[in-house]
């Protein structure tokens, strides 16, 4: 995916791109339309390097300068391309959580920090979900009331075939949850933990709704 094997062979300090609500996870893609000076900016250094930009979330602060999340999510730019009036439109392929070291004093007009990446090295390894783990039959049902109560459809026959961890990582990504809600779900210790995280956050929702027969996902 990456051709990152070990938390060593990634980068040591990164850019940040603090963007609340915009959630990214390990394989997942993000698409980003970038127009501020400081982050075009970003970009270009990004694109003359490594391509890593770590995405993070904002924990409080002063507006201007906000305080940092302690855990964002390291992509690499996948796909690049300019517009006629200099918008950069990039997509981030997800790589590896990190956590957020110190923030180096720098005069770059964007944020840099010191990310350490070993306590989410098995990111960069192929994670396995046995089937029978995960109660697809209440996910399903979660879901579909979840969907229906915003007037919301995904494609269900991909859904169905899709594997477990695309499923979880696309819906985690893309599902209009609150910042504190996406950061739970960066934060679940595996893809398992993200899995029951995102069902609760399903059921949580629609709890005041019974919703109709769910789809069986099987």
Known sequence: MSGYRRAGDLPQVIPVFPLDGALLLPGGELPLRIFEPRYLNMVDDAMAGDRMIGMIQT???ERARPNLAGVGCAGRITSFN???DGTYLITLTGVCRFGVGDELPVRTPYRQVRATFERY???LGDEDVE???FDRKRFA???????NRRELDIDWETAETAPLESLVTSLAMGLPFEPVEKQALLEAPSLAARCEALTALLEIDSMDDGGDEPHSLQ
């Open 59 to 61: 924990a409080g602060g």
């Open 82 to 84: 300019e517009t006629s």
């Open 131 to 133: 089937a029978e783990a």
């Open 121 to 123: 090295a098995e990111d």
């Open 141 to 147: 049902k979660a879901l579909k009331t979840y969907l």
